[in-house]
């Protein structure tokens, strides 16, 4: 088994899951009206991106069991299950029936799929990281764990753009109707080719050898917060400063679009998805130049040059009508991930040795993106209607966290580049 393919089956399962939960982002303007009551839109787009955090929430219990599984059973069937958990999850959330045909109930089993959503979520991203990381030569691991970088801003975009082409090829009335459906609803169609990827591949070098050896940890979750407390804790840090900054830039920019500024989905859509895709290249490459300047940098980068720019450009999009240029600004807002997420995976798995390393990594990784970047949305959308100005919670929320990651990388964050897998 090659390690071209080792990677790209990693990668196209990992980007199927980043689809699927991005799904909901893309199509939050049509759950809000079909989901619920629209007496009071405002409560309907917070409580819309609430139940987007949901999935956020229970991402450290998927990564608990998840991890535990993949440290003790073995990475491959462990990433088989969550793709196929996230695929059929996904899927019925394009089956729900809407609040005017069951009332209360079409939230409360939206917020039940996306749950699963999260729990399947929590044990992917981890899983698919090592096991690319245990395959890969040492002074090329961050290249290509890269690609995995990769995958959240495509699985957006592609996405976003389905929602587009589909907009696009039905009647504006069957879209309303039934078309927002079809983003998930084709999710299944991608699970299944996840599935068959994913089937092909073998169990990890560095897990057959400790499995050998007999040195399979026996409560991985233990062992993680018991021998590596602090790398647990900046871990957490870190993963927490790019969640923050990611979700505002991927996530609370569609309430802002459509709210704030009226945009049209169809038109937010587009401008977020094309410039979601067009960014791809910059996460491959500040992969390839963690291998050569080291993961420290590459991620602080990104932090300061967030500060540096979510402000001013949040504040300049007030006065764009153009798709194509708000696609340049919100460019910009992504790019700023292509920094950090694209060595975060990286550095949090060399943090923690193989007997650990999928729970450790997943767990400092689940927990950091649920406990703030899950909320961001919903946080930055509700400190905009108290303040009373939509761009209240960059500087009060998105500012805030990431400054204090900047302190933590600075501070605690160690140097993985060289570090030998153990």
Same mark, same amino acid.
């Given at each position: 088994?090659?390690?071209?393919?080792?990677?790209?089956?990693?990668?196209?399962?990992?980007?199927?899951?980043?689809?699927?939960?991005?799904?909901?982002?893309?199509? *939050?303007?049509?759950?809000?009206?079909?989901?619920?009551?629209?007496?009071?839109?405002?409560?309907?787009?917070?409580?819309?991106?609430?139940?987007?955090?949901?999935?956020?929430?229970?991402?450290?219990?998927?990564?608990?069991?998840?991890?535990?599984?993949?440290?003790?059973?073995?990475?491959?069937?462990?990433?088989?299950?969550?793709?196929?958990?996230?695929?059929?999850?996904?899927?019925?959330?394009?089956?729900?029936?809407?609040?005017?045909?069951?009332?209360? $109930?079409?939230?409360?089993?939206?917020?039940?799929?996306?749950?699963?959503?999260?729990?399947?979520?929590?044990?992917? /991203?981890?899983?698919?990281?090592?096991?690319?990381?245990?395959?890969?030569?040492?002074?090329?691991?961050?290249?290509?764990?890269?690609?995995?970088?990769?995958?959240?801003?495509?699985?957006?975009?592609?996405?976003?753009?389905?929602?587009?082409?589909?907009?696009?090829?039905?009647?504006?009335?069957?879209? #309303?109707?039934?078309?927002?459906?079809?983003?998930?609803?084709?999710?299944?169609?991608?699970?299944?080719?996840?599935?068959?990827?994913?089937?092909?591949?073998?169990?990890?070098?560095?897990?057959?050898?400790?499995?050998? #050896?007999?040195?399979? *940890?026996?409560?991985?979750?233990?062992?993680?917060?018991?021998?590596?407390?602090?790398? $647990?804790?900046?871990?957490?840090?870190?993963?927490?400063?790019?969640?923050?900054?990611?979700?505002?830039?991927?996530?609370?920019?569609?309430?802002?679009?459509?709210?704030?500024?009226?945009?049209?989905?169809?038109?937010?859509?587009?401008?977020?998805?094309?410039?979601?895709?067009?960014?791809?290249?910059?996460?491959?490459?500040?992969?390839?130049?963690?291998?050569?300047?080291?993961?420290?940098?590459?991620?602080?980068?990104?932090?300061?040059?967030?500060?540096?720019? /979510?402000?001013?450009?949040?504040?300049?999009?007030?006065? =764009?009508?153009?798709?194509?240029?708000? *696609?340049?600004?919100?460019?910009?807002?992504?790019?700023?991930?292509?920094?950090?997420?694209?060595?975060?995976?990286?550095?949090?798995?060399?943090?923690?040795?193989?007997?650990?390393?999928?729970?450790?990594? *997943?767990?400092?990784?689940?927990?950091?993106?649920?406990?703030?970047?899950?909320?961001?949305?919903?946080?930055?959308?509700?400190?905009?209607?108290?303040?009373?100005?939509?761009?209240?919670?960059?500087?009060?929320?998105?500012?805030?966290?990431?400054?204090?990651?900047? =302190?933590?990388?600075?501070?605690?964050?160690? #140097?993985?580049?060289?570090?030998?897998?153990?």
């Amino acid at each position: 088994m090659s390690l071209r393919f080792v990677v790209t089956a990693s990668t196209i399962g990992t980007l199927i899951e980043w689809y699927d939960f991005f799904a909901y982002a893309s199509i *939050s303007p049509y759950i809000a009206a079909k989901f619920f009551p629209k007496g009071d839109p405002a409560a309907a787009v917070i409580l819309t991106w609430l139940v987007f955090a949901t999935g956020f929430v229970v991402r450290p219990l998927g990564a608990a069991v998840f991890g535990h599984l993949g440290d003790r059973v073995g990475r491959k069937t462990t990433f088989l299950a969550t793709l196929l958990l996230m695929g059929t999850s996904t899927f019925l959330i394009g089956l729900l029936p809407t609040y005017d045909q069951v009332g209360i $109930m079409a939230p409360i089993l939206l917020a039940a799929l996306r749950i699963l959503q999260g729990v399947a979520l929590g044990g992917e /991203f981890g899983g698919a990281v090592t096991y690319v990381l245990e395959h890969a030569p040492q002074d090329r691991r961050a290249f290509y764990a890269g690609f995995l970088s990769a995958t959240p801003p495509l699985g957006l975009g592609l996405s976003s753009l389905t929602l587009v082409a589909t907009a696009f090829t039905l009647p504006k009335a069957d879209f #309303e109707a039934w078309g927002w459906r079809v983003p998930f609803l084709v999710s299944i169609v991608l699970t299944l080719f996840g599935l068959w990827l994913r089937l092909r591949l073998a169990e990890t070098p560095l897990f057959e050898k400790i499995k050998a #050896e007999g040195n399979i *940890s026996r409560i991985p979750i233990v062992e993680a917060f018991a021998k590596h407390p602090l790398y $647990m804790l900046v871990g957490i840090a870190v993963a927490a400063g790019h969640a923050v900054m990611a979700y505002t830039a991927t996530g609370y920019i569609f309430p802002y679009l459509t709210n704030a500024l009226k945009w049209n989905p169809v038109d937010a859509n587009m401008a977020v998805g094309a410039a979601s895709i067009a960014q791809l290249p910059f996460y491959i490459l500040n992969a390839y130049m963690a291998d050569r300047v080291g993961r420290r940098r590459i991620y602080m980068a990104g932090l300061v040059m967030g500060l540096a720019v /979510f402000y001013p450009i949040y504040y300049a999009l007030a006065g =764009v009508r153009s798709v194509a240029l708000a *696609s340049l600004l919100i460019f910009v807002l992504i790019l700023t991930t292509a920094f950090t997420f694209s060595v975060l995976g990286t550095t949090l798995a060399e943090l923690f040795p193989t007997r650990v390393r999928y729970t450790g990594m *997943s767990l400092a990784f689940n927990i950091g993106i649920g406990l703030f970047g899950g909320f961001t949305p919903s946080i930055v959308q509700t400190l905009g209607v108290v303040f009373n100005n939509p761009l209240a919670g960059v500087l009060l929320y998105t500012y805030a966290v990431v400054a204090v990651a900047l =302190v933590v990388a600075l501070k605690w964050l160690p #140097e993985t580049a060289q570090r030998q897998l153990a």
